[in-house]
């Protein structure tokens, strides 16, 4: 087992024996109030012994654990004495009387600030900083706490109550020599101070030294933990112009047990749970305001005191009611230059967004730049942007290329519905949610764009197919009567011309009924071809031509037809519908039966036909639903294919039928 790891659960076993031992000392206290002072201490200061221990299981060879667990169990301690003290003073005789600890009680106050202190010279990795001067600042550290309690333990000076009568355990120096060491012990206390500043500067030092975003992002937990020392100090500020006393500053301090220890903990086990550079310029903003506040508080308090004679603590505040109301619009601007320092990546981002819509309306920019704005603004190269196109599943990039992206997908909303997806790269969870929110607008003109160059697109497909169709459709219908009907015609024509000339040697009777013949021939092929171009039997109405296609159906054919009038036009269109999924469903489909539905309601005619066949059908370029697809949106209509393999196939074309 390391050492760290040793020293870490020894100090958790000592916390604990103090803790029974508190438990002890209450049951002869019997005062409530005792009880819940260490209940709730003992409680706060559990957190920091517990992190203290997992981050020394989890990274055995760092101190940091053990300084944190050291961190609990001072406070344990000081609640610990506290007891004691209560006892020795409420019920006299139930305890000996420690000279020991009424001797090193009376500097002792001074080891609270050694733990964060030596946190913040070794936090993250529990190595000093290179340098002489780091080395004499964590010796400084350990040796400043021992020699004033040393100091002020051989003050001669009676100790105060309830040790008033405690022998020194140190013993008292001669007089003069108490004189020395004096002035020595008063000194100690600015060398602390110079300690603790020397500690705060090695965090600094630190994180402008670091590379590695992952160390950077380590520091700033554990400075987002710090900075309940400065809320300490201005919830205190705020307790003596409210209370007149210090009493709120218990709860900062409180705040403070639990803060930097879960900092700790997340920094060097999760850097990664949270934006901390969200957290940290909220937190420095707001505590910024609220200084801000509490100084204007004092500042009206005092002069509402000066010029009415007697202090008025509802016209102080109102009058800081009224500053509140004028820092409010200035808040966003502070925001703004705390992030700038904080947390530029949110700033940064939040501009470039901010610039390429202004240059976007001022006809400068495009907006499908906004993937090529963020990567450059958040310095980010693996974020990507994709655009859900409207009324599908379906997400392209800008481009209108199948989207795929490696990485975790932020939604972007719009009212309610999601209209992309933010893909991120190294930028953090948090802020990818503000950015989407941020850049909807710019989504939503992006894919709307989209979605018309894709329609333009289809619209150009199919009217170049309806004219290759059309064209084919001539070249067919050319042939199909010059080998034909016209051929017979011709053949017809100079049968007859040569009969004419040879009369009396034809034989009339023959040579008419073989006219005949081809005539009527020559007819049928004319019919057939005009069939093709609409079919004769829909001059008696669209139910009548699709009952007689639905006969030559080698299958049973279920019939729904509406009886109301279909305009000739959309006439003909259902009707090849139907006859071109008819025949697929004979051709490719192997079902046992069909369901054709033509139904009239709300300026819609809806032509459906179902079959139970083995499905899979689909649209494919050159195809015959190809075709009839670009006939029914000719006619302004849409048409729809489904239905997955098993499942047999669904054809709906709806067409606009106007009243």
């Known amino acids: 087992m390391t050492l760290p790891r ?9 916390a604990a024996a103090l803790v029974g031992a508190g438990g002890w000392l209450l049951s002869i206290a019997a005062d409530p109030g005792q009880v819940a002072y260490f209940a709730t201490a003992c409680l706060l200061a559990t957190a920091s012994v517990g992190l203290g221990v997992l981050i020394a299981t989890k990274r055995p060879t760092n101190v940091i654990g053990a300084l944190l667990t050291f961190f609990g169990l001072l406070a344990i301690w000081v609640a610990w004495t506290d007891v004691y003290a209560y006892v020795v003073a409420h019920r006299p005789g139930a305890l000996p009387v420690s000279s020991l600890l009424a001797t090193v009680s009376q500097g002792a106050w001074m080891l609270n600030y050694v733990p964060a202190a030596l946190l913040m010279l070794l936090f993250p990795d529990g190595r000093l900083l290179p340098g002489r001067r780091w080395q004499v600042t964590a010796v400084g550290l350990l040796v400043v706490p021992a020699a004033f309690i040393v100091l002020t333990g051989l003050d001669p000076a009676p100790f105060p109550e309830p040790f008033a009568g405690v022998d020194h355990a140190f013993g008292t120096p001669p007089p003069a020599l108490a004189r020395v060491l004096e002035p020595i012990a008063l000194v100690l206390l600015p060398g602390l101070l110079a300690l603790l500043v020397a500690s705060a500067t090695a965090m600094v030092v630190r994180y402008r030294r670091a590379a590695d975003p992952i160390r950077r992002a380590q520091l700033k937990w554990f400075a987002l933990g710090a900075l309940f020392l400065p809320a300490t100090l201005l919830l205190c500020w705020l307790s003596y112009l409210l209370l007149d006393g210090p009493d709120l500053a218990v709860a900062g301090l409180a705040a403070t047990l639990i803060a930097i220890p879960a900092a700790t903990a997340v920094g060097i086990l999760r850097h990664d749970l949270y934006d901390v550079d969200k957290a940290l310029s909220a937190t420095v903003t707001y505590g910024l305001v609220t200084a801000a506040l509490l100084a204007f508080y004092t500042v009206a308090a005092f ?9 008025s603590p509802a016209a102080a505040a109102g009058a800081t009611a009224v500053c509140a109301l004028v820092l409010s619009p200035l808040r966003v601007r502070l925001q703004h230059r705390v992030d700038r320092r904080l947390y530029p990546a949110r700033q940064a981002a939040l501009a470039a967004i901010e610039d390429l819509r202004d240059r976007m309306h001022a006809g400068e920019a495009a907006p499908e730049r906004l993937e090529e704005t963020l990567r450059q603004a958040l310095r980010d190269p693996k974020l990507r942007i994709g655009y859900r196109m409207p009324g599908t599943d379906e997400v392209v990039s800008a481009t209108g290329a199948r989207f795929e992206a490696a990485g975790e997908p932020t939604p972007i909303r719009l009212g309610g519905q999601q209209i992309g997806v933010l893909v991120r790269g190294e930028t953090t969870r948090e802020l990818m949610r503000e950015l989407a929110d941020a850049c909807a607008l710019l989504v939503e003109v992006v894919r709307l764009r989209l979605q018309l160059r894709r329609a333009l697109g289809d619209v150009e497909a199919s009217r170049a197919r309806l004219l290759r169709a059309g064209y084919a459709e001539r070249v067919r219908l050319e042939r199909d009567l010059h080998d034909g009907a016209q051929q017979r015609l011709v053949s017809l024509g100079m049968a007859l011309r040569l009969a004419q000339r040879h009369l009396p040697e034809t034989d009339i009777a023959g040579l008419l009924d073989q006219a005949v013949a081809e005539l009527g021939t020559a007819v049928a092929e004319l019919r057939q071809i005009a069939h093709g171009l609409r079919p004769s039997s829909l001059d008696e109405g669209l139910a009548n031509a ?6 030559g159906v080698p299958l049973p054919v279920t019939l729904d037809i509406g009886a109301e009038p279909v305009p000739e036009e959309l006439a003909t269109t259902a009707y090849y519908v139907a006859s071109e999924a008819l025949a697929n469903v004979v051709k490719h489909s192997a079902a046992t039966s069909v369901h054709l539905r033509v139904s009239r309601s709300d300026d819609q005619l809806r032509v459906t036909i179902r079959d139970d066949g083995v499905g899979g059908a689909c649209v494919r370029p050159g195809g015959g639903l190809a075709g009839i697809t670009d006939r029914v949106a ?10 997955r393999p098993g499942d047999g196939t669904l054809v709906e074309a709806v067409l606009p039928c106007g009243s």
């Open 6 to 14: 040793l020293v870490s659960y020894g100090l958790a076993a000592f």
């Open 303 to 311: 002069v509402v005191g000066v010029v009415a004679g007697r202090s």
């Open 546 to 551: 699709l009952t007689m296609l639905a006969r």
């Open 634 to 643: 000719a006619a302004g209509g849409a048409l729809t294919v489904a239905g």
